[in-house]
């Protein structure tokens, strides 16, 4: 079984920048790709930005040069730093791993970006 621990979201005037974090734990054997996912209401759950076991990173167009991600392999957890935060930005955000064994979601934490 795998636990996911989302932290990190609140809420934030425009402009403002947010650190979420996500730790995993239990029978995690190898993790292949952590990343983040986000859903406003009304739409679709969609891609933020993943990264590799080995540094690559990937990000939604909208999210470029403002969010970056990271992750701490030893500690198997993943990072996303969110600057310049804009009010399109407020969605439910979701942790993902992808393992040799499956994926695995976190339960979400909730972003809010006052205008």
């Known amino acids: 079984q795998v636990r996911l621990v989302e932290s990190g979201g609140g809420l934030v005037q425009a402009g403002g920048s947010l650190r979420l974090s996500c730790a995993a734990s239990?029978?995690?054997?190898?993790?292949?790709?952590m990343g983040w996912y986000r859903q406003a209401p009304g739409k679709e759950r969609e891609l933020v930005a993943v990264i590799t076991r080995g540094g690559s990173t990937n990000y939604a167009d909208s999210v470029k040069g403002r969010f970056t991600i990271s992750r701490d392999n030893a500690k198997n957890t993943v990072y996303l730093q969110m600057d310049s935060l804009k009010p399109e930005d407020t969605a439910v955000y979701y942790c993902?791993?992808?393992?040799?064994?499956?994926?695995?979601w976190g339960r979400g934490t909730q972003v809010t970006v006052a205008s």
């Open positions: 239990g029978s995690i054997f190898s993790i292949n790709v």
């Open positions: 993902r791993l992808v393992t040799s064994a499956g994926i695995y």
